[in-house]
């Protein structure tokens, strides 16, 4: 059939179904009443629903060049969440939008979403195709499909009719959100033309002592997540990579180079490497290294550690692990340390004799520096032997514990001054996939008996980290922790769907949820986890399980995260209800916290708030990366909200940039923003930024607080604002008063100030933030506050924008009394503490 008559056809198929377009046009506007919306997505299902409108059906136009005003949430990260032949249609009873489209290329999903005015969207919902009459709205509005050319591009998609105030309405939301967009991608690189004619600014900041309220003293904490090689091969101290043989090529989607023999390997040609099953050392450790020895003290079994094996001289090293003689008496064996130029720098001798599993230890003392070196098995007679758990670790772990952590790295995460610590995810706490959630009880308990498990970000978890280390950690630092359970439902993300229920297997998927029936159990899991933490040493029996791994008194949790941030679907909601119920009716002292999605605005968001106010959650957990500007011109943010509503815990957040950098300007963005957070510390009870580690040479996300390597610890510019704020906090909140000679908005939000009060020294700190290309010359008044002694030190981090290794600088500050000038540098962060106790000046 001719194409042009198809379309006529259609056309008539439509206006037999709505009343035909007015000739005659709104006389006050001179614009149409009634035009032709088109809706559709681009074909490689990347681009999310898109509208282009028409006065007459033939000629259109595309709607905000092409904005996407929802996009499909199915599927793993980010591109990989695709949108195909959406239909969109709209009921006559109500006028609600409903959208269907396919989720992924095969469209074996489906997904579907409603709107009341195409700008707003609820919560998606996803399910097969056989199940799409059960979403099909009824009396809609007729839709033709169609095809048409937008911008010089064929697109296929739905064509209805609609009034022009329709159309009007998505154009404006488009042109606010873009107009926002704009503001927020305002960048330093553009000052120079932005603030081309600035002169220095004058300021004056009256600080009102009786103008005070009391804010959280848990503002400042720390999140960590096994990302970037955090846990094993970072802030966990074992130097023995794959110690267990447990590596599997499904930890890296397949890698047939991940497996269990992964950083081993066998010197001598009289030697052979390889991997049993049978009689382990427990079931969750099922796999172990067999070593075939043909010529005595010829063959040796090596491990190269996480990018070498780092050592210092003198220092003393234990060394562990599981045995048995399979074939042979077997006897002497060497453990080294070799150098990259194979020479032996510590070595001491075990007998291996037994024939059932038996653990020996001995410490190795090196005698000198090694950045790479390996770890060498030298077995002295001939023989098969079994080897597992095989373990080397400094003694100089931080607080010297057994087990322990990389001190270096500890300390630096101490020296925040956390007054928290979020452990252990992220997408980590909720895995890929329910087969994938963390099992907290599978991290405790004797190392062998540990269950490992796939880590979501494409490596393996010993959990020699688990969550008895984790409790120590908090503990050591002096930090509250707060443990976070998926809330019955696996990360957004996932990239999985299988799991057995009832010995089946269920395509259960990123939008499914822990089976009903399994439910109770997962409840109890999680109850149980307040009781290890909580519970009576004697009287308990996970209590006892603590006090038996060397800890009999509790850890004293007061908190406890139930999500993070995931879609707010019926799937979720369902089992979020469940648990919250269950820790609230058994542990009501400890504070629930919830989640309301991965940014700070749209339906996830909405619909989280909506479902923890109808609740009474007590806390929530919110997510944002987001570009410097956003923090620049968002510092009003938490001014608005409902104080009588759940409190907020920031439990992920940071500035990015283009190449993502941690720089002067995304530190100086987030000491901007933290002004205004610490002035609504009534409502926002706890902040941590995110990710905290990233090793060198393995990072799947940045930026990130603290980069490392085998040697060397490296804090970055971000990591100093943090820690400006963690070791300057207060529990008291001081308004102030700031007055600038120049009244230009774009001035104005560029400078921070927040006073607080730390009633434990009766400090007072003032915080001063300059994110202008010109000094700011304050003068600051302190109304109102008695100054006992007038001294003070100031901290002040400064300099240009894209400058990666800047450091803060301290020294001493003169004060003479309550009125005195500060000049604020360009580009800069200023602490100013006035000791009211000369005792806590250090």
């Known amino acids: 059939m001719n194409k042009k008559l198809m379309n006529f056809l259609s056309l008539c198929l439509l206006f037999s179904f709505v009343l035909p377009i007015q000739a005659k046009v709104n ?19 990347k681009s999310g629903l898109k509208f282009a409108w028409s006065p007459d059906g033939e000629k259109w136009f595309s709607v905000a060049d092409g904005f996407a005003y929802v996009n ?11 949108m195909f032949k959406p239909h969109l249609m709209q009921t006559r009873a109500d006028g609600k939008w409903h959208c269907i489209w396919e989720a992924t290329k095969t469209g074996e999903a489906l997904a579907y979403v409603t709107s009341p005015d195409l700008q707003k969207w609820e919560a998606q919902k996803y399910f097969s195709p ?18 048409i050319w937008i911008n010089g591009q064929e697109q296929e998609g739905w064509m209805q009719q609609v009034s022009y105030a329709t159309v009007k309405g998505i154009i404006r939301f488009a042109e606010a959100k873009k107009y926002r967009q704009s503001l927020y991608a305002e960048r330093t690189e553009q000052d120079p033309v932005r603030f081309a004619n600035l002169k220095p600014v004058k300021a004056d900041i009256c600080v009102k002592a009786d103008e005070a309220k009391p804010i959280s003293d848990h503002l400042i904490g720390i999140f960590f997540e096994d990302i970037n090689y955090a846990a094993d091969g970072g802030l966990y101290a074992e130097l023995v990579q794959n110690r267990d043989f447990e590596y599997a090529p499904t930890d890296r989607g397949n890698d047939q180079n991940w497996n269990s023999t992964h950083s081993w390997s066998v010197r001598g040609e009289n030697g052979k490497l390889s991997i049993a099953t049978e009689n382990p050392i427990h079931p969750n450790n099922s796999h172990y290294a067999v070593l075939e020895v043909n010529m005595p003290a010829e063959v040796s079994l090596v491990n190269s550690g996480f990018d070498g094996i780092a050592v210092k001289k003198g220092e003393k090293y234990d060394f562990s692990f599981f045995s048995r003689m399979l074939e042979g008496k077997g006897g002497k064996m060497f453990v080294n340390l070799v150098d990259k130029d194979g020479t032996i720098i510590a070595q001491t001798a075990v007998n291996v004799t037994s024939k059932v599993w038996k653990q020996q230890k001995t410490v190795l003392t090196a005698t000198s520096d090694a950045a790479a070196a390996s770890l060498s098995l030298v077995p002295q007679a001939v023989g098969k032997y079994a080897f597992d758990m095989v373990s080397l670790f400094p003694q100089k772990t931080f607080k010297g514990r057994k087990n322990g952590l990389r001190a270096d790295l500890a300390q630096t995460l101490a020296d925040l001054h956390p007054r928290f610590m979020r452990f252990p995810g992220g997408c980590v706490a909720h895995g890929d996939g329910i087969d994938n959630i963390y099992d907290w009880k599978g991290s405790i308990g004797p190392l062998e008996a540990r269950k490992p498990l796939r880590n979501l970000w494409g490596y393996h978890q010993t959990r020699g980290l688990g969550y008895h280390e984790y409790f120590l950690f908090c503990e050591d630092m002096g930090a509250e922790p707060l443990p976070v359970v998926a809330a019955g439902v696996p990360c957004q993300n996932s990239g999985t769907c299988a799991h057995h229920s009832k010995g089946e297997l269920t395509c259960m998927g990123q939008q499914g949820g822990i089976p009903m029936e399994e439910m109770p159990q997962y409840i109890q899991d999680v109850l149980d986890l307040i009781e290890y933490a909580n519970g009576d040493a004697r009287n308990t029996v996970w209590g006892k399980k ?6 009999p008194k509790p850890f004293n949790l007061k908190y406890i995260g139930i999500g993070n941030e995931d879609m707010i679907t019926e799937v979720f909601v369902e089992r979020f209800k469940m648990i919250f119920d269950a820790v609230k009716e058994k542990y009501p002292e400890v504070t629930v916290i919830g989640t309301v999605g991965p940014f700070y605005e749209g339906t996830d968001y909405e619909v989280g708030w909506d479902l923890a106010t109808e609740l009474g959650v007590p806390m929530v957990d919110e997510h944002y990366y987001v570009e410097p500007g956003w923090m620049i011109h968002n510092q009003d943010y938490y001014d608005r909200y409902d104080r009588k509503k ?15 950098p941690n720089n002067v300007e995304t530190a100086l963005a987030e000491a901007l923003y933290l002004t205004s957070v610490e002035r609504n510390a009534d409502v926002v009870a706890m902040t941590s930024y995110a990710p905290l580690l990233a090793k060198e040479g393995h990072t799947q996300w940045s930026p990130d607080l603290i980069y490392f390597n085998n040697a060397e610890v490296k804090p970055t510019v971000g990591y100093y604002t943090q820690q400006m704020y963690g070791q300057n906090s207060g529990n008291e909140y001081i308004a102030s008063e700031v007055k600038l000679d120049n009244s230009w908005d774009a001035v104005k939000k560029r400078v921070g100030v927040s006073v607080v009060k730390d009633s434990r020294t009766g400090d007072y700190i003032v915080k001063l ?29 400064a300099g240009d924008p894209k400058d990666k290794g800047v450091k803060p600088v301290s020294s001493d500050f003169k004060l003479e009394g309550n009125d005195f000038p500060y000049v604020m540098p360009a580009y800069s962060f200023t602490v100013i503490r006035i000791y009211q106790n000369m005792l806590t000046k250090k």
């Not at 506007?29 to 559709?40: A, I, R």
């Not at 499909?72 to 695709?82: E, I, L, M, Q, V």
């Not at 815990?649 to 500035?655: H, K, Q, S, T």
């Not at 933030?769 to 981090?797: C, R, Y």
Request: proline share 7%; charged share 25%; glycine share 8%.
């Open 27 to 45: 006389t006050v506007m001179n614009e149409p009443d009634q035009v032709y919306l088109f809706s559709y997505s681009n074909r490689d299902g």
């Open 72 to 82: 499909s949430d199915f599927g793993p990260w980010g591109r990989a969440k695709t």
């Open 130 to 147: 056989a199940e799409r009459s059960k979403y099909e709205p009824k009396d809609v509005f007729p839709t033709i499909e169609k095809r």
């Open 546 to 551: 603590r006090a038996e791994a060397g800890h």
């Open 646 to 660: 759940s409190k907020v815990y920031l439990g992920e957040y940071a500035a990015h940039l283009p190449g993502r």
């Open 769 to 797: 933030v300059n994110m202008l290309p010109v000094e700011v010359s304050a003068q600051v008044k302190l109304n109102g506050m008695s100054l006992t002694h007038p001294s003070a030190t100031k901290t002040v981090l």
